[in-house]
């Protein structure tokens, strides 16, 4: 047996018995070079920090291009820090998983150390820690994989949380919210030298950087209101040559660890294995295990210098090209095809992307809304081939079973994705002349099967429950009534407030000509039990028939 704690050097063997690859690089002179003069420090110290920006940081010291590691904050779960940092003296196996079984595992020793910064209060051992190296001139980049939720400060009110509004009124000496944590680090850097710095989001939705400074500068604003902070705190913030928020496109699904992995590591002489289920619900182990696609598309604005990330497989470019490249991954080459697996998946019984990978009819339906209704009207981001891209995710990703993703996880607020995963598109066929948004036929019947979804109904008749939405309950009571085998239902009563509304569309379906082509689908859809899976076949196959004619 090998534990991840064993001198790498010295039993190389054994881990090479485990199927491990280890480093090559001095550890020791690593984490005493990065603590002396840090450069990057990472804010989530969670599983896809651990399989993407860990080996980032692992590449460029294996290379030569580095000879500091990464710093890894974490502001949620403390056992997060304790019970897999520390337990493990900050190192991570991650495990590929490719769709043809095979695994490539790999020791990352790049992680230099591991703070929890949770609320401030009497302690500030870990909160000085930081200000120690927001000081340092060294330091030239902050990332996040917080998720989304980690930047927001209000409620759907506009109501500041009360941990926000306390760190409002109360100033930067003890935050209780991470963001309130960040912009107290950044007065502690501008009161020593106002060095530059930047600080790069790279969690999974559009827009990102500009998300993080709005909150930054949010902050920084009500502190200066308040009296904590000078004009000139908040005109460094704004300065791009001082403090720069580049956007950032990354890809790579990393769900929670694997028991089968954990079993396959174990039975290979691996020793820790365990995973930890902590008090907050994080599931996390001194493994993570991730698919072989991946992508980071970073706009290239590091006033204070950055790591060479170029050199370890990052897209280094401008921010229209991120843009694009983020466009390309939500509106047409991803997250459109997700969401159809997602809701069609939930409603025929699925619990698992890769078994609706083997379903031709659900294979067919993505095909279209990919390759033929998205991918003619998609900007090409040129440093990423788009239908390249969907090959890959057709071919390798969806269908690996070893990546563990449900239907049901990715249905998770739908209602709240609908405007950018097909309204994009359908948009960008009413903005051409030359297209006709009518002749889309698999968008539609997506969105019509939402609708059928939305009824809590599942194609064998049976009620199921819905993923959390919070859309769901007004959603649901617009097309609760509707019963299956009633074929004389006039259903335009009750889905055009659906249809027509705005905010879950982006645009009014009946005003671009696809209202009537939805409310067609969803009534053939109400015949009886198995009409979804019934309809989505018919659908396929009159395509098939008139590309023949």
């Known amino acids: 047996m090998v534990k991840i704690t064993d001198d790498y050097v010295q039993n190389k063997d054994a881990f090479a ?51 500091t590691g990464v710093i890894v904050v974490d502001t949620y779960d403390d056992a997060v820090v304790n019970d897999i940092y520390g337990k493990y003296n900050k190192r991570i196996v991650r495990v590929v998983t490719k769709a043809d079984g095979s695994q490539d595992r790999e020791l990352f020793a790049s992680v230099a150390d591991a703070i929890f910064a949770g609320p401030v209060a009497n302690d500030t051992t870990s909160f000085d820690q930081l200000k120690a190296i927001f000081k340092q001139a060294s330091l030239q980049v902050v990332s996040f994989s917080i998720t989304e939720k980690g930047y927001h400060l209000q409620n759907g009110a506009g109501e500041f949380f009360p941990p ?11 935050p209780q919210n991470n963001m309130s944590l960040l912009v107290s680090l950044l007065l502690t850097r501008f009161e020593n030298g106002a060095t530059p710095l930047t600080l790069m989001s790279t969690d999974n939705f559009s827009q990102n950087g500009d998300r993080l400074k709005n909150s930054v500068l949010t902050i920084a604003k009500k502190w200066l209101e308040n009296g904590f902070v000078n004009q000139a705190f908040v005109d460094y913030l704004s300065d791009s040559n001082k403090v720069a928020f580049p956007l950032s496109m990354i890809d790579r699904i990393t769900p929670n660890p694997s028991e089968k992995i954990a079993t396959d590591l174990k039975n290979d002489g691996f020793e820790d294995s365990t995973i930890l289920h902590s ?80 379903n031709k009819d659900l294979v067919g339906l993505i095909t279209q809304i990919g390759y033929v209704e998205g991918l003619p009207v998609v900007k090409d981001p040129k440093v990423i081939n788009p239908q390249q891209f969907i090959n890959e995710l057709l071919t390798k990703r969806l269908p690996n079973p070893y990546i563990p993703d449900t239907p049901q996880r990715i249905a998770t607020d739908t209602s709240q994705k609908l405007s950018v995963r097909y309204g994009v598109t359908i948009q960008h066929y009413v903005d051409d002349s030359n297209r006709d948004p009518q002749s889309l036929n698999f968008i539609p019947l997506v969105i019509a099967t939402w609708l059928r979804y939305l009824m809590g109904i599942n194609d064998k008749g049976t009620t199921f429950e819905p993923s959390p939405d919070p859309m769901f309950d007004e959603l649901h009571a617009q097309v609760a009534g509707f019963k299956l085998g009633d074929a004389s239902v006039d259903v335009h009563a009750g889905v055009k407030g659906i249809l027509s509304n705005k905010t879950i569309f982006n645009m009014d379906l009946y005003q671009v000509g696809l209202g009537d082509k939805v409310e067609a689908y969803f009534k053939q859809m109400l015949a009886g039990t198995d009409a979804i899976a019934t309809v989505l076949h018919e659908t396929l196959a009159a395509k098939a028939q008139s590309v023949n004619e």
Request: proline share 4%; with cysteine.
């Open 164 to 174: 926000v509004e306390a760190d409002l009124n109360n100033g930067p000496a003890k």
């Open 279 to 358: 008090k907050k619900h994080t599931n996390i182990a001194a493994f993570t295990n991730t698919e072989e696609a991946h992508y980071l598309v970073v706009e290239d604005n590091f006033p204070n210098g950055r790591p060479a990330f170029e050199k370890a497989g990052v897209i280094m470019t401008d921010r229209d090209t991120v843009n694009d490249a983020d466009e390309m991954k939500v509106t047409t080459c991803l997250n459109p095809l997700h969401t159809a697996l997602a809701i069609y998946g939930s409603i025929l019984g699925y619990d698992s992307i890769a078994a609706e990978m083997q």
């Open 17 to 67: 018995k485990s199927n491990i690859k280890v480093p090559t690089f001095d550890r020791a002179a690593m984490t005493k070079g990065t603590l002396a003069s840090p450069h990057w420090v990472h804010f989530g110290g969670g599983n896809l920090f651990r399989a993407f920006h860990a080996s980032i940081a692992e590449r460029l010291l294996e290379n030569g291009e580095s000879n």
